[in-house]
T-cell receptor, first 115, second 117 residues
Framework: AQKITQTQPGMFVQEKEAVTLDCTYD???????LFWYKQPSSGEMIFLIY??????QNATEGRYSLNFQKARKSANLVISASQLGDSAMYFC????????????FGTGTRLQVFP | GAVVSQHPSRVICKSGTSVKIECRSL??????MFWYRQFPKKSLMLMAT?????????EQGVEKDKFLINHASLTLSTLTVTSAHPEDSSFYIC?????????????FGPGTRLTVL
């Protein structure tokens, strides 16, 4: 079964607009972590934001926020005020420390920001 | 944030040769390092988990005799692709978890692009 599902292979957004990238996950563990990474064409994986399963508030990091809906098992990434430099692949990932303790990635969403 | 380096960043080799890729944590000690493989337009797939001083744990379907991993120190792990073939061409990325750090911290290297002719 897919642990992490990203249903949007590609997304377009106009500069300065907000965009939401979807991510749903599957786990029976109570303790887990959810991550978003950005991968530009250079290939490096850039950590954006982390949400722990016990965190009651949604994580925020600058223009990035994570819309964590535990009951729905979703962890969508919201990017506000998009910039041209935000164009990249975005990966959602999950780690279960008391299970496999491995970072499992979704298939990614390619975001393109246009002027 | 913590820095992880990889060397080389890009390598082209002939079929049948072996290639060694280094992964170093520059400003922290890493008890655990991870090796991933990424095909074009695909996601990262974990190949193996490397713990300092012990044998690596390989994921199902990954040939341990083909992808040799050595985690000789707390700051260095190496991946050797033995007898490389064109199908081994891929983007290889390592990551490292700082010793004593929060469990969820994992820092990625910039990746190594391997092309086997």
């Amino acid at each position: 079964a897919q642990k992490i599902t990203q249903t949007q292979p590609g997304m377009f957004v106009q500069e300065k607009e907000a965009v939401t990238l979807d991510c749903t996950y599957d786990t029976s563990d109570q303790s887990y972590g959810l991550f978003w990474y950005k991968q530009p064409s250079s290939g490096e994986m850039i950590f954006l934001i982390y949400q722990g399963s016990y965190d009651e508030q949604n994580a925020t990091e600058g223009r990035y926020s994570l819309n964590f809906q535990k009951a729905r098992k979703s962890a969508n990434l919201v990017i506000s005020a998009s910039q041209l430099g935000d164009s990249a692949m975005y990966f959602c990932a999950m780690r279960e420390p008391y299970n496999t303790d491995k970072l499992i990635f979704g298939t990614g969403t390619r975001l393109q920001v246009f002027p | 944030g913590a820095v992880v380096s990889q060397h080389p960043s890009r390598v082209i080799c002939k079929s049948g040769t072996s290639v060694k890729i280094e992964c170093r944590s520059l400003d922290f000690q890493a008890t655990t390092m991870f090796w991933y493989r990424q095909f074009p337009k695909k996601s990262l797939m974990l190949m193996a988990t490397s713990n300092e001083g012990s044998k690596a744990t390989y994921e199902q379907g990954v040939e341990k005799d083909k992808f040799l991993i050595n985690h000789a120190s707390l700051t260095l792990s190496t991946l050797t692709v033995t007898s490389a073939h064109p199908e081994d061409s891929s983007f290889y990325i390592c990551s490292a978890s700082p010793a004593g750090g929060p469990w969820h911290e994992q820092f990625f290297g910039p990746g190594t692009r391997l092309t086997v002719l």
